[in-house]
T-cell receptor, first 113, second 114 residues
Framework: DQQVKQNSPSLSVQEGRISILNCDYT??????FLWYKKYPAEGPTFLIS?????DKNEDGRFTVFLNKSAKHLSLHIVPSQPGDSAVYFCAARTSGSARQLTFGSGTQLTVLP | DAGITQSPRHKVTETGTPVTLRCHQTENHRYMYWYRQDPGHGLRLIHY???????DKGEVSDGYSVSRSKTEDFLLTLESATSSQTSVYFC?????????????FGPGTRLTVL
């Protein structure tokens, strides 16, 4: 049973427009949520995160929104750039020792020039 | 850059042979993790370590063992490789302390089991 779900395997967006990537979770014990970006043949790189006590966190072109009642988070990228084309993983942290992360299956974002 | 290296970066092996993957970090972080990445599954945790000689199982630990005899090295061993273990393997580290929540990943090892 997947505790973190990314239901859209792929998304295409025009350069300059907004990209919205979505993620749903089922475990109420997750206390921290993260987004990672992954290029082919490289390791995932940390992008942005949000604590479960917040509903929004912004860093430049990237904003993450958290809706705890719906158990839903989203990543907004605006404006989208061709260099943003990558696989984006949503992850959730279990509180307690060792900070284990549970990942979604990823969404391939393609930004068209 | 968290100073994480993985070796080898690519390996092709045959079913039934033992394989060991190495993760090395240069910054003495306490927590280390091994994941595998497969299409449709994202990254799944295999094993993790919270200190020297302290390890525990993750979501998909069957067929894998780990060892951490030094802070900087975390080894993943497939005792008898199977084709289902063909995957890309990532090592990650996490810094200790309440203000640190992210994990930082190495470049990955692509393993093919024929």
């Amino acid at each position: 049973d997947q505790q973190v779900k990314q239901n859209s395997p792929s998304l295409s967006v025009q350069e300059g427009r907004i990209s919205i990537l979505n993620c749903d979770y089922t475990n109420s014990m997750f206390d921290y949520f993260l987004w990672y970006k992954k290029y082919p043949a490289e390791g995932p790189t940390f992008l942005i995160s949000i604590s479960s006590i917040k509903d929004k966190n912004e860093d430049g072109r990237f904003t993450v929104f958290l809706n705890k009642s719906a158990k839903h988070l989203s990543l907004h990228i605006v404006p989208s750039q061709p260099g943003d084309s990558a696989v984006y993983f949503c992850a959730a942290r279990t509180s307690g020792s060792a900070r284990q992360l549970t990942f979604g299956s990823g969404t391939q974002l393609t930004v068209l020039p | 850059d968290a100073g994480i290296t993985q070796s080898p970066r690519h390996k092709v092996t045959e079913t039934g042979t033992p394989v060991t993957l190495r993760c090395h970090q240069t910054e003495n972080h306490r927590y280390m993790y091994w994941y595998r990445q497969d299409p449709g599954h994202g990254l799944r945790l295999i094993h993790y370590s919270y200190g020297v000689k302290d390890t525990d199982k993750g979501e998909v630990s069957d067929g894998y063992s780990v060892s951490r005899s030094k802070t900087e090295d975390f080894l993943l061993t497939l005792e008898s490789a199977t084709s289902s273990q063909t995957s890309v393997y990532f090592c990650a580290i996490s810094k200790a302390g309440d203000s640190y929540n992210e994990q930082f990943f190495g470049p990955g090892t692509r393993l093919t089991v024929l």
